[in-house]
């Protein structure tokens, strides 16, 4: 069913191409207006007061690119609405975060966030204020506008996508006549050549579990692509999760990629990663596309491609995709209408188009000016229709946050059957919770 809609998607966009902590920003002023107030009474109270109405923007993303993006958009914003003030917030770990807040009542007016299970839950809850039927949605593309419901409701703001891939220095390969790979083997055989010729075939970032968190997720849904199925028999008690294919060939594949990577990839971060890649010091990192900025922005020059992370198995040859970027107000907002006004400026093309320059993720908004030649083999995939949803997007609330501390392990100590039996365990009592 949601195959369809991501066909669609991808065929009509055609996709061309992830926390730096800071403190909380201003909290909206419970002095000024309530959640009923209307635009017109607080434009009348700020143009009489001279006070600004202050919003708090929350930002599930924390890479300098995506709070730059964000910057120049607020920026743009209150330059065209001088009585409004929107302040950023970005922090580590901001989902849990967020529900922390949540938890005490102290909700940001507007948030933003990637697809996950997590999310489905605000909705249930009436924490994000409807916008079905909102002029400014036609201005999004309609398959990303179906992607984004929820029971036929829409309660987000859907802006940019993201896929994810090998990313390959290409001078590197071609030094030393070595193909990019299209199939397993192929990138087997070209990390042997590569460790011949004296070169690290893949950085990698082991240190921090949330990006180990999001490589198993995506490795499984490329090696399984209906993950979920699968998961579901291992909960159920049908099959056991030592007995899991899907989960078999994805702990083989992450010791190989360990294999052929740097002994101390357990002590490198995500930010070390992507400079250790950008100044040389392996062939290949695997990464989402909104990366492609920052390495392009530290290297301008660099000769990059991103291929497909090909399946081990050699039976799936699709690339997985999520919305990586949607926007949403809380109910609890005291300004309800100047956020939306702001969800309609995201909307705009000039918004959209600033957000692609600056994020670098496949955008959404129509008009936007978006080709990326370093995605074209991801590109291909996407007008074939070879594509499917990111697992996260269908797992139960908190299952790739379970496994990815037993994925940790497996890479630390080699231990297959150990991990298997981890994830066992989180599968169960995570599909158990539904």
């Known amino acids: 069913m949601k195959f369809k809609r991501i066909t669609a998607l991808m065929t009509a966009a055609a996709l061309a191409a992830s926390m730096t902590a800071c403190s909380f920003g201003s909290k909206p002023d419970s002095s000024q207006n309530t959640q009923e107030n209307t635009a017109g009474k607080s434009e009348t109270q700020a143009a009489g007061s001279g006070e600004k109405i202050k919003l708090e923007y929350y930002s599930h993303k924390s890479e300098t690119e995506a709070i730059r993006a964000m910057d120049l ?13 929107i302040t950023q917030t970005s922090v580590p770990d901001a989902k849990t975060v967020l529900l922390t807040r949540i938890a005490s009542n102290d909700m940001p007016d507007i948030v933003s966030f990637s697809t996950s299970a997590t999310y489905d839950q605000l909705f249930e809850d009436g924490l994000l204020t409807e916008i079905t039927g909102q002029d400014f949605l036609d201005n999004i593309n309609p398959t990303a506008i179906e992607m984004a419901k929820y029971d036929g409701k829409l309660y987000r703001l859907p802006i940019a ?18 193909q990019l790979p299209t199939t397993y083997e192929e990138l087997m055989d070209a990390c042997e050549k590569l460790q011949a010729a004296g070169i690290t075939p893949f950085i990698n970032e082991d240190k921090e579990t949330y990006m180990i968190g999001q490589r198993m997720e995506r490795m499984v849904g490329i090696i399984n692509n209906d993950s979920d199925e699968e998961f579901r028999k291992i909960a159920s008690g049908e099959m056991t999760a030592k007995d899991s294919s899907t989960l078999n060939a994805y702990a083989n594949a992450i010791l190989d990629m360990k294999k052929y990577g740097a002994p101390d990839s357990l002590g490198v971060d995500h930010q070390s990663a992507i400079a250790d890649f950008v100044n040389g010091k392996g062939a290949m990192y695997v990464f989402v596309t909104s990366g492609l900025v920052s390495m392009k ?3 301008p020059d660099m000769n990059i491609a991103m291929i497909p992370y090909p399946d081990p198995t050699g039976i799936n040859k699709k690339v997985p995709i999520s919305i ?11 300004h309800p209408d100047e956020a939306l006004d702001f969800l309609r400026f995201l909307s705009t093309t000039e918004a959209g188009q600033i957000y692609a320059d600056n994020e670098g993720s496949p955008n959404m908004v129509k008009g ?20 499917f949803e990111s697992p996260n997007a269908i797992w139960p609330s908190g299952l790739r946050e379970d496994m990815r501390t037993p994925a940790q392990q497996l890479l630390m100590d080699g231990d297959i059957d150990t991990f298997l039996a981890a994830c066992g365990e989180a599968i169960t009592a995570k599909y158990s919770e539904e």
Do not use: R
């Open 324 to 334: 990586d970027t949607n926007f949403a107000v809380f109910t609890g907002c005291k």
């Open 161 to 178: 996508l993201s896929s994810w891939g090998i990313y390959c220095n290409k001078d590197m390969f071609d030094q030393n006549n070595i």
């Open 73 to 85: 958009i607020i920026e743009a914003y209150e330059k065209e609405h001088p009585n409004v003030e």
């Open 368 to 387: 936007v000016n978006y080709n990326v030649p370093e995605f074209k083999a991801v590109t291909d995939k996407m007008d074939a229709g070879d594509m």
């Open 297 to 299: 922005s530290s290297s």
